[in-house]
T-cell receptor, first 113, second 114 residues
Framework: DAGVTQSPTHLIKTRGQQVTLRCSPI?????VSWYQQVLGQGPQFIFQ???????GRGNFPDRFSARQFPNYSSELNVNALLLGDSALYLC????????????FGQGTRLTVV | KQEVTQIPAALSVPEGENLVLNCSFT??????LQWFRQDPGKGLTSLLL?????REQTSGRLNASLDKSSGRSTLYIAASQPGDSATYLC?????????????FGKGTKLSVIP
């Protein structure tokens, strides 16, 4: 079975632009979460979606938004990019919402110039 | 607010040594704790998941323990190999408010010297 897949793997954007990152969870997993990891830090929670509904939101500005589709894949959108948005964006999927193992994708490296 | 601390931040050991990585958390009301491995510039690989009712989990040369009441977990790596070199992260999932997220430590960067 394929693991969590994210696309693209690398991305370079200019300040002020918008970006969309994509994630396909492990087959059968209904929960998708997004995390941001800056260099030298642990991942920081952005969103959790379960059964296509937002179940949790981290301390990120409204420029960040996400959605989950009927096939449980997900997109993360970031508007009006800032230099500080440069980071590794990680997607995690799990079978259920709470007490099951989380599996991460390889991440999308976003560089804002 | 849950806070997770990992000590040491970096560790260098000769090949073949046994080693222990530490993780502490401030709020003991957790569903579970998960250990991950991260290679430079890559995603996270899940190593072990310990539910709050469990004391330890083992996978190959890895053994993770959990003492929920004291807010501590350890990851024991036996007979370390150069291929074990990576950053190791622990993360907890609260059972109360904020249960939708994993809270991570900053990681321990392990170097195993041949």
């Amino acid at each position: 079975d394929a693991g969590v897949t994210q696309s693209p793997t690398h991305l370079i954007k200019t300040r002020g632009q918008q970006v969309t990152l994509r994630c396909s969870p492990i087959s059968g997993h209904k929960s998708v979460s997004w995390y941001q990891q800056v260099l030298g830090q642990g991942p920081q929670f952005i969103f959790q979606y379960y059964e296509k509904e937002e179940r949790g939101r981290g301390n990120f500005p409204d420029r960040f938004s996400a959605r989950q589709f009927p096939n449980y894949s997900s997109e993360l959108n970031v508007n009006a990019l800032l230099l500080g948005d440069s980071a590794l964006y990680l997607c995690a999927s799990s079978l259920q919402r709470l007490n099951t193992e989380a599996f991460f994708g390889q991440g999308t490296r976003l560089t804002v110039v | 607010k849950q806070e997770v601390t990992q000590i040491p931040a970096a560790l260098s050991v000769p090949e073949g040594e046994n080693l222990v990585l530490n993780c502490s958390f401030t709020d003991s009301a957790i569903y579970n704790l998960q250990w991950f491995r991260q290679d430079p510039g890559k995603g996270l690989t899940s190593l072990l998941l310990i539910q709050s009712s469990q004391r330890e989990q083992t996978s190959g040369r890895l053994n993770a323990s959990l003492d929920k009441s004291s807010g501590r977990s350890t990851l024991y790596i036996a007979a370390s190999q150069p291929g074990d070199s990576a950053t190791y992260l622990c993360a907890v999932r609260n059972s109360g408010a904020g249960s939708y997220q994993l809270t991570f430590g900053k990681g321990t960067k392990l170097s195993v010297i041949p």
